[in-house]
């Protein structure tokens, strides 16, 4: 039987700074006797609104285990955990750009901001073509579905028939994780803070536990006169909600998984 962590390449890891792509990377590093192919490659894409608990995790990753990862940045290129950029730059800079924001229908943050720095590194390498490995488990079966329809993506966790709870045992077991707490499998702060796309309820928790990180967003919208979503408040609303009034009404809404960005 076809071992799924052993991948050939030329190849990419997609390392989003969570946990579940980080365990198929030690499962990928383990298949390969721990240490990558010449042809394989691991790359994190930062946004600049990464919690900083991310950054260095998925620095302790890399010193930990040893393993070259290649920190990439919408209109930088290359830079590294010291040079990352850490106050949404990045995403600002894309947005001034276009000149409009992202909304749950036009994501064109998640390829402009991630998978586009990606593509642009692996051809800087002199490939044509590759396969790119993505954090995603087998209990997922809706982000699983659009991810193999395309022929150059592959999710081995998911192959393996490896779940949440296999995910979270294993840095349960380490000496270092993701510095992020979890709350029923979700974890609040991971990847961009306040993504659009994050439940409404669960943007008010992080607003609560850390009110300064709205400001940006609410910087965002007021620089283009819109918001991000129309079928909620504002994140200037919002943080109001969270850190004035209380929660007026409560949302049903739930998260949007099926994201590029997220494990």
Request: charged fraction near 25%.
């Amino acid at each position: 039987m076809r071992d799924p962590f052993k991948i050939e390449g030329p190849a990419c890891i997609s390392f989003s700074g969570w946990r579940t792509s980080g365990y198929m990377l030690w499962r990928i590093l383990q298949a390969h006797g721990g240490a990558l192919p010449e042809d394989v490659v691991v790359c994190f894409a930062n946004t600049g609104r990464e919690h900083d608990a991310t950054l260095i995790f998925v620095n302790e990753v890399e010193q930990r285990w040893g393993v070259p990862i290649v920190w990439l940045e919408y209109g930088r290129g290359v830079v590294d955990f010291e040079s990352a950029s850490r106050q949404g730059e990045p995403y600002s800079a894309l947005i001034s750009k276009r000149r409009y924001l992202p909304n749950p229908v036009t994501r064109f943050c998640t390829t402009a901001l991630k998978i586009d720095p990606i593509n642009a590194y692996c051809k800087s390498l002199g490939w044509a073509d590759w396969m790119t490995a993505a954090g995603m488990r087998a209990d997922e079966p809706r982000r699983l579905a659009k991810l193999r329809a395309q022929a150059d993506k592959c999710a081995p966790l998911a192959e393996a028939g490896i779940g949440r709870d296999e995910v979270l045992r294993f840095w349960s077991e380490q000496s270092f994780d993701l510095a992020l707490p979890t709350h029923d499998g979700v974890t609040p702060l991971g990847n961009c803070d306040l993504c659009f796309l994050k439940g409404a309820d669960q943007i008010l928790s992080v607003i609560r536990a850390e009110p300064k990180r709205a400001i940006w967003w609410m910087e965002q919208e007021a620089k283009i006169g819109a918001t991000f979503r129309s079928d909620r408040p504002s994140y200037v609303k919002m943080h109001r909600m969270a850190t004035q009034h209380g929660e007026l009404f409560a949302f049903d809404d739930e998260a949007l998984q099926d994201c590029a960005c997220t494990d």
